[in-house]
């Protein structure tokens, strides 16, 4: 089993609904693809060290993963690059 830690940045300019909605499809993305999402936090909106795509802002997420191999962690790293909801986001694997 390996462990993953994916760092997350969603655009300010979305409602809280529309935030809820964006992080829910990429929970269902890791999940759906055999990962087990083992810590959700939600770090709130917060100002970003510099400037990324005109926004000075964002809304911050972590989650710690569990995952038999890297399918689910390359799905939401394929998709995040697509998705114009997201600021960054960064996939970390946690040695144990």
Request: charge should be neutral; glycine fraction near 2%.
């Given at each position: 089993m390996?462990?993953?830690?994916i760092m997350f940045i969603?655009?300010?300019?979305l409602s809280e609904?529309?935030?809820?909605?964006?992080?829910e499809n990429f929970k269902n993305i890791l999940t759906n693809n055999g990962a087990k999402?083992?810590?959700?936090?939600e770090m709130g909106q917060r100002e970003l060290a510099y400037e990324i795509k005109k926004?000075?802002?964002?809304?911050?997420?972590?989650?710690?993963?569990?995952?038999?191999?890297d399918q689910a962690i390359k799905e939401f790293d394929r998709l995040?690059?697509?998705s114009g909801d997201m600021?960054?986001?960064?996939?970390t694997k946690l040695d144990k």
């Open positions: 390996k462990n993953y830690e969603v655009k300010p300019t609904d529309e935030v809820k909605k964006v992080v999402i083992v810590d959700f936090v926004f000075k802002n964002g809304y911050y997420f972590v989650a710690t993963i569990e995952a038999n191999d995040s690059l697509i600021l960054r986001h960064l996939i």
